[in-house]
């Protein structure tokens, strides 16, 4: 018996998207690029992927670049807008201590390569940003650039994008704003349109697309430097020859993964609240570190006495995969940057884990889950 509880990682490809994208591959193979009635064919069903992600991001198909990923769409944003800044601009950066590690590395590479200044916002002990000290800071200083989290990889706390733009925007109007909105998409509802963002980036293989592959959206055709220079692909913001069954692929995703969102949401929900029960029931000592008003999908807890990893490791002997925190740092076992700016000690980050739920679970495997953590925390738990 296999169970996986670590869709917060990454989701395993849909099976119809798959079906299709095999097929896919041994059709479309033609360069989109050349002229040929192949190569048309292939840029095509490019065209029809934009059409699917326009329709259900609420966004223009020209405002789509097609990357590699979440980590190279967050780059591409920040890099892009910052080597296009006129020379007048300030060379400021305002983000928070909750972000993902792409945005966190991005951040220090532009301030010791570009001579930039990053202003890191605090969280609040639920996950979120400080909203009151983003205000104090974007009324304080000029921010050409500002860049948050939407959902938390870590414990699916959600910032209020609204509040976020509007209080950034009526300090600075010029700020360009991009938001990693990730574990958002195919989750709970997202228009680009009505966001205010700049720049959303999104990654396919958290819902159920091939690894590899993701976007980022550009407002109004905004103006950045591409990272990879070449054949001028893309309006010339992505260079490189798509792989048009590979985008179709995630054009899919997006697509099935917004259906009935409001009722995969509901249903998860209900596992997640099954799941803190049996916590409970079976009298298992934790404390649970994400917010009541979190992403249900996600769910970081640290149980009394026991490490994260741990539990992990016996819980992977049983057949059932969880993980001890974003897969991006796994190797910094007990540390945790985000739960530590949420005010948690050494010993509650150490024993934390995280559950990455799904609509496919059911309530039998939330079951077993939990009679497993039993048994485990039993085990190996020091008093």
């Keep these: 018996m296999t169970k996986y509880f670590d869709y917060t990682a990454s989701a395993p490809i849909k099976q119809y998207v798959l079906d299709n994208y095999i097929l896919n591959e041994r059709?479309?193979?033609?360069?989109?690029?050349?002229?040929?009635?192949?190569?048309?064919?292939?840029?095509?069903?490019?065209?029809?992927?934009?059409?699917?992600?326009?329709?259900?991001?609420?966004?223009?198909?020209?405002?789509?670049?097609?990357?590699?990923?979440?980590?190279?769409?967050i780059n591409t944003a920040l890099k892009g807008s910052a080597y296009h800044l006129s020379a007048s601009a300030?060379?400021?950066?305002?983000?928070?201590?909750?972000?993902?590690?792409?945005?966190?590395?991005t951040a220090l590479f532009l301030d010791s390569c570009c001579n930039f200044e990053t202003t890191w916002i605090g969280l609040e002990n639920t996950g979120e940003v400080k909203l009151d000290d983003w205000k104090v800071a974007v009324e304080k200083n000029d921010y050409s650039l500002a860049s948050f989290?939407?959902?938390?990889?870590?414990?699916?706390?959600?910032?209020?994008?609204?509040?976020?733009?509007?209080?950034?925007?009526?300090?600075?109007?010029?700020?360009?704003?991009?938001?990693?909105?990730?574990?958002?998409?195919?989750?709970?509802?997202?228009?680009?349109?009505k966001s205010g963002l700049d720049f959303a980036s999104i990654s396919g293989h958290k819902l159920g697309a091939p690894k590899s592959c993701g976007l980022l959206l550009v407002k109004d055709k905004k103006l950045i430097e591409p990272l990879i220079h070449g054949g001028r692909q893309q309006q010339n913001r992505r260079s490189g020859t798509e792989d048009a069954p590979l985008v179709y692929a995630l054009a899919e995703a997006i697509e099935l993964s917004h259906d009935k969102i409001a009722a995969s949401y509901e249903r998860v929900a209900e596992l997640r609240e099954r799941f803190l029960n049996l916590l409970i029931q079976f009298e298992i000592p934790h404390q649970v570190i994400s917010p009541k008003d979190g992403l249900a999908l996600v769910l970081t807890?640290?149980?009394?006495?026991?490490?994260?990893?741990?539990?992990?490791?016996?819980?992977?002997?049983?057949?059932?995969?969880?993980s001890i925190g974003s897969a991006c740092h796994a190797d910094k076992v007990g540390k945790n940057d985000v739960l530590e700016a949420m005010g948690y000690d050494k010993e509650t980050i150490a024993n934390s884990v995280r559950f990455g739920f799904n609509v496919a679970h059911t309530s039998k495997d939330i079951d077993l889950l939990g009679q497993a953590i039993d048994c485990v925390h039993r085990d190996y738990a020091r008093p």
């Design 149 to 193: 989290i939407y959902v938390s990889n870590e414990t699916g706390a959600i910032n209020d994008m609204t509040k976020i733009v509007d209080i950034t925007r009526r300090a600075n109007p010029r700020t360009l704003i991009h938001g990693d909105v990730v574990q958002a998409i195919g989750k709970i509802p997202f228009s680009f349109r």
């Design 301 to 322: 807890v640290s149980f009394s006495g026991i490490r994260g990893e741990t539990m992990q490791n016996a819980l992977s002997e049983r057949g059932m995969a969880i």
């Design 27 to 73: 059709r479309f193979f033609a360069n989109p690029a050349s002229s040929h009635f192949l190569g048309r064919e292939s840029a095509n069903l490019i065209e029809q992927a934009r059409k699917k992600i326009a329709a259900t991001l609420d966004c223009e198909e020209s405002e789509i670049v097609f990357t590699s990923g979440g980590t190279e769409s």
């Design 90 to 105: 300030p060379r400021t950066l305002i983000t928070s201590l909750g972000e993902h590690d792409a945005t966190k590395e």
